[in-house]
């Protein structure tokens, strides 16, 4: 399946933390269930495939292995369902790469490692609840068996499976562009497409080749569009010098509202504890206002970035959510290493790891 043109000018995408946010308030036994409903759902659709009625399937795997100089004959049962697993994940990460989700475009979807492992600028497929995955997986339709009651199936075409096998090195090389770039696979897939389009006494085979490749090097151009500056790492201190103002603040407006109150000591506290510059307008600002935008308000007059309280607000939104996000995956963790098996076991092992980055 060729993948669909999609527009450069496309710009709003959901941050990966609202996608990641759904863990939030959830314990590890009811993170566990949603991710074992998830498996399930995929399971379900994935079984004929990993049967003897998959027929359709399991000769696209066959020539994509054919193809790159292995023999697919010595592939152990186990080897074939890892490998048809992860032409799964890579489907559903190809397909919402292409289309919006809830009116966003989706950020990078990780297919490899557990879904605490992900990077700050993308989600794991796991993230999604079971109707979006299913809904990949369906649309495609490479997934269906070759059933009688279904009707016959064509067996894929030499065309379509080469087109999956660089749809699956694309999307490696999405993820792990510098490793991809010297894997054998990647290497000996440019060969045979580099020696089709050089060499084949046919133009229509040395056109398609050509077209392959020129898609499949693309993709070691990185999208910069795609950059999130506004990174959960990036949060952190800020989120660290919001709650330590808080702690100043806080003491400071109680004193504020009471109406006697001399304000010449409190403001000695404010410039010692906050800012030398503080004035006694800013306190009788700050009295009418809830500590909260008082300490929004500090924060932006000292920004190095300037951004605005209103801005402030939002990444402290996100900073808070990194927080609880990571603390969920935490306890998910945790309980991983006391359950023997856990549910996310079989799941876990058809994930390749990530390798480590530099």
Same mark, same amino acid.
């Given at each position: 399946?060729?993948?669909?043109?999609?527009?450069?000018?496309?710009?709003?995408?959901?941050?990966?933390?609202?996608?990641?946010?759904?863990? $939030?308030?959830?314990?590890?036994?009811?993170?566990?269930?949603?991710?074992?409903?998830?498996?399930?759902?995929?399971?379900?659709?994935?079984?004929?495939?990993?049967?003897?009625?998959?027929?359709?399937?399991?000769?696209?795997?066959?020539?994509?292995?054919?193809?790159?100089?292995? %023999?697919?004959?010595?592939?152990?049962?186990?080897?074939?369902?890892?490998?048809?697993?992860?032409?799964?994940?890579?489907?559903?990460?190809?397909?919402?790469?292409?289309?919006?989700?809830?009116?966003?475009?989706?950020?990078?979807?990780?297919?490899?490692?557990?879904?605490?492992?992900?990077?700050?600028?993308?989600?794991?497929?796991?993230?999604?609840?079971?109707?979006?995955?299913?809904?990949?997986?369906?649309?495609?339709?490479?997934?269906?068996?070759?059933?009688?009651?279904?009707?016959?199936?064509?067996?894929?075409?030499?065309?379509?499976? $080469?087109?999956?096998?660089?749809?699956?090195?694309?999307?490696?090389?999405?993820?792990?562009?510098?490793?991809?770039?010297?894997?054998?696979?990647?290497?000996?897939?440019?060969?045979?497409?580099?020696?089709?389009?050089?060499?084949?006494?046919?133009? %229509?085979?040395?056109?398609?080749?050509?077209?392959?490749?020129?898609?499949?090097?693309?993709?070691?151009?990185?999208?910069?569009?795609?950059? $999130?500056?506004?990174?959960?790492?990036?949060?952190?201190?800020?989120?660290?010098?919001?709650?330590?103002?808080?702690?100043?603040?806080?003491?400071?407006?109680?004193?504020?509202?009471?109406?006697?109150?001399?304000?010449?000591?409190?403001?000695?506290?404010?410039?010692?504890?906050?800012?030398?510059?503080?004035?006694?307008?800013?306190?009788?600002?700050?009295?009418?206002?809830?500590?909260?935008?008082?300490?929004?308000?500090?924060?932006?007059?000292?920004?190095?970035?300037?951004?605005?309280?209103?801005?402030?607000?939002?990444?402290?939104?996100?900073?808070?959510?990194?927080?609880?996000?990571?603390?969920?995956?935490?306890?998910?963790?945790?309980?991983?290493?006391?359950?023997?098996?856990?549910?996310?076991?079989?799941?876990?092992?058809?994930?390749?790891?990530?390798?480590?980055?530099?």
């Amino acid at each position: 399946m060729p993948p669909r043109q999609v527009s450069a000018r496309r710009n709003q995408y959901h941050h990966p933390l609202d996608i990641r946010a759904w863990v $939030i308030g959830k314990t590890p036994d009811e993170i566990f269930a949603a991710l074992d409903e998830r498996i399930e759902a995929l399971n379900a659709v994935l079984e004929p495939a990993l049967s003897d009625s998959g027929e359709r399937l399991r000769a696209c795997v066959d020539f994509m292995v054919r193809f790159v100089g292995f %023999n697919a004959d010595a592939l152990t049962p186990d080897e074939r369902q890892w490998t048809t697993r992860f032409l799964a994940w890579t489907v559903i990460a190809r397909y919402w790469a292409q289309r919006p989700y809830n009116d966003k475009y989706l950020p990078r979807i990780a297919t490899r490692g557990s879904p605490w492992e992900v990077s700050p600028d993308e989600i794991h497929f796991l993230d999604l609840p079971a109707p979006p995955l299913l809904q990949a997986l369906h649309e495609v339709g490479i997934f269906e068996p070759l059933t009688k009651a279904k009707g016959a199936i064509e067996p894929p075409t030499q065309k379509e499976a $080469i087109e999956w096998l660089v749809e699956l090195v694309k999307l490696e090389i999405h993820h792990e562009a510098v490793v991809m770039w010297v894997h054998p696979i990647t290497q000996v897939l440019i060969f045979k497409l580099l020696k089709t389009a050089h060499y084949s006494a046919r133009l %229509n085979e040395r056109r398609e080749a050509k077209r392959r490749l020129e898609d499949l090097l693309s993709g070691f151009v990185p999208d910069l569009s795609q950059h $999130i500056s506004r990174r959960e790492e990036n949060f952190i201190p800020l989120l660290n010098e919001y709650e330590r103002l808080k702690t100043i603040v806080e003491p400071l407006h109680r004193d504020l509202k009471v109406a006697e109150a001399p304000i010449t000591p409190i403001l000695k506290r404010a410039q010692k504890d906050i800012d030398p510059t503080i004035t006694k307008s800013d306190l009788q600002r700050w009295r009418k206002r809830p500590p909260r935008d008082v300490v929004l308000e500090i924060l932006s007059t000292h920004d190095l970035k300037r951004r605005s309280p209103r801005t402030l607000a939002n990444d402290l939104s996100l900073a808070e959510k990194a927080r609880k996000v990571h603390a969920a995956w935490e306890g998910v963790r945790a309980a991983t290493g006391e359950r023997q098996p856990h549910p996310l076991s079989s799941l876990l092992d058809s994930l390749p790891p990530r390798p480590p980055r530099p």
